[in-house]
């Protein structure tokens, strides 16, 4: 009788394992939904009012300005329109945060601030780093055809002027007390 003792201490414990398997299992589930919950009362994210429009740039046609909000204004812009999904933490802090970027380096309705690169729009358009993949994935509407991203890049161009590759830009010379090494006398420009 000692096989079928053996047989059945062995089912127990695959029982036991099972069961124990569960519970952990749903404390996992518990767990997960509570830290879920509790993200949701940090505020970072949930900046869903916007600013006021300041000064937009003088557009070059209206087609323009169309395109540029349906692909880059959600982040380059004071007019964020926030989707569904905007409102659950994580995804709404990295939304938050691609924003806050965007909105540092172009700002197209805080016109003439002085850090705004809008003389980068077109090469980064045009060299599809914008807008960026992520984003026309959530967002269908921020795709450009191929058509509409040679016009929007020329009214990219004709609006913000142009650093374009193969374009000669404009280089300041840099002054010898902020280089890394000091000048040698042949390096310097006689006056």
């Known amino acids: ?32 939904a509570v830290i879920f919950i509790g993200l949701q009362f940090i505020p970072y994210g949930r900046g869903y009012n916007n600013p006021p429009v300041k000064a937009e740039p003088k557009w070059d046609s209206s087609t323009t300005r169309e395109l540029f909000f349906r692909a880059c204004g959600d982040c380059h812009s004071n007019e964020v329109v926030w989707p569904w999904y905007g409102y659950i933490a994580p995804i709404s802090w990295f939304i938050q945060h691609d924003i806050d970027t965007g909105r540092a380096a172009l700002n197209v309705s805080e016109w003439g601030r002085e850090e ?47 650093e374009l590759k193969g374009e000669q830009k404009s280089k300041k010379k840099v002054d010898d007390s902020i280089r890394f ?11």
């Open 116 to 162: 705004n690169e809008g003389s980068e729009a077109a090469e980064t358009v045009n060299n599809g780093s914008m807008p960026p993949w992520a984003y026309t994935i959530l967002r269908s509407s921020a795709k450009i055809s191929a058509s509409e991203k040679e016009a929007f890049v020329q009214g990219l161009v004709a609006t913000f002027g142009s």
């Open 181 to 191: 090494f000091p000048a040698r006398k042949d390096d310097r420009e006689d006056k």
């Open 1 to 32: 009788m000692e096989p079928m003792e053996g047989e059945e201490k062995e089912k127990q414990e695959k029982k036991h394992t099972k069961w124990v398997k569960s519970v952990m299992g749903l404390v996992a589930l518990g767990e997960a």
